[in-house]
């Protein structure tokens, strides 16, 4: 069924309201695991430019999804409107009926998706029952960002773990701090903004044990005037030496506390942490003796989790990059020089292979008070 011409909105128009969709579903990150953030706007093209009728994204948690919200919003009005949404509508059964359903039902004529669901359930089918219910439906408009925003369930649905976000501060000399009870900041206020807005949009925050035993730090995300936004916090520590007393154990009530450690760990010790309200996962150890990476990010995927920012220290970005493991890299860099004996940020490697590694592109470059931002991604 092809809407009047007179209806019909321009490429350029697509491109505008799918930006618009993308910007509604990125705002959800971070909140909506274990399913991707998508954003949906329902439109009726008129002579006048288009008019929104519904905009959603969805919801905290995952479900309700954005379209049947959008779509709700609309109402009656979206009889012959078009539904631009940044993912393929499901077409399962899952915890709620399927989109593709509702879509049909609510008289949409005309379907825009960004690009297919890569999630075994859905695959094409979501957009084949919409066509087959006569829906003329496109899919590929804004499908570049689409892929970027929605590479945490990519991942996981198609890798069975999740994107993985290498964030690192680090000296000219490439190190990351000093030994011993003084503590180098190498961050500024405006990377420190930066900083907790990447924690915004991550569903967890994983660091190594060595981090908690120099740093003792929260982890959470911090910005003025935003509340609820942590993610989840994993260390990894083969042999649970978890500080009981750590500022991270004693906010488990605050924001949830993941520990990850080998499975033949003591279990005196993880009692002691689960009756403090940590959540212990018990994973095989790899070749180094140490919790197997892979293995971790794969029970970090059946646990639902999209989006990884791995924040050291040195041994687990070392590790991550040694294990192929990361699929984006922030590097915050200040001119600072640290001196030979401090440490490392890749545990004795060059720092090469976090400033410019292998099979990654430069995606962006940016001056935040003393301090450059780089961010790369595997291409
Ligand atoms: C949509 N719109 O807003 C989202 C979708 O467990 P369920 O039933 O919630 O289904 C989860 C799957 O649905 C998830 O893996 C992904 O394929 C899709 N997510 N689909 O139509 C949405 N979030
Ligand atoms: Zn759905």
């Not at 209806?7 to 909506?32: H, I, K, N, W, Y």
Request: with cysteine; glycine share 10%.
């Amino acid at each position: 069924v092809r809407p009047a011409a007179a209806t019909v909105s321009s490429p350029e128009e697509d491109e505008a309201l799918m930006a618009e969709a993308l910007a509604v579903g990125r705002l959800g990150l971070g909140r909506t695991w274990p399913n991707p953030s998508v954003g949906a706007l329902v439109v009726r093209p008129t002579s006048g430019g288009p008019q929104i009728l519904g905009r959603a994204g969805t919801a905290p948690a995952g479900r309700p999804h954005a379209e049947p919200l959008a779509l709700a919003q609309a109402g009656d009005a979206a009889r012959g409107a078009t539904l631009y949404v940044t993912l393929e509508p499901c077409s399962h059964y899952g915890r709620t009926p399927p989109c593709a359903d509702a879509v049909i039902a609510s008289g949409v004529t005309r379907v825009i998706a960004a690009i297919e669901d890569p999630d075994p359930r859905v695959r094409g089918r979501g957009v084949a029952r919409m066509r087959a219910a006569g829906l003329w439906v496109t899919v590929g408009v804004g499908a570049e960002q689409a892929l970027l925003d929605h590479a945490g369930h990519i991942s996981r649905v198609t890798r069975a773990r999740p994107h993985v976000l290498l964030k690192m501060a680090v000296s000219g000399d490439g190190k990351i701090g000093r030994t011993g009870p003084q503590r180098v900041q190498i961050t500024g206020p405006e990377a420190n903004e930066r900083v907790h807005v990447m924690r915004s949009v991550a569903d967890v925050i994983l660091v190594g044990i060595g981090t908690v035993m120099a740093d003792d730090p929260l982890l959470t995300c911090r910005l003025p005037g935003v509340t609820g936004r942590s993610p989840v916090r994993v260390v990894l520590d083969s042999d649970l030496h978890m500080p009981l007393e750590s500022r991270l154990v004693r906010t488990t009530s605050e924001v949830p506390l993941w520990v990850m450690c080998a499975e033949d760990a003591p279990a005196g010790r993880e009692a002691a942490l689960v009756s403090l309200g940590v959540e212990v996962y018990r994973v095989p150890r790899g070749a180094s003796g140490h919790v197997d990476l892979k293995a971790a990010l794969h029970v970090l995927g059946l646990l639902g989790v999209t989006r990884v920012m791995a924040e050291g220290g040195s041994r687990l970005a070392a590790a991550l990059l040694d294990a192929s493991l990361v699929d984006e890299v922030a590097v915050f860099q200040d001119p600072v020089m640290l001196g030979a004996d401090a440490i490392d940020a890749l545990h004795g490697q060059p720092l090469s292979r976090l400033i410019s590694p292998v099979g990654f592109e430069s995606v962006e470059r940016q001056q935040l008070g003393p301090q450059q931002l780089l961010r790369m991604l595997r291409r």
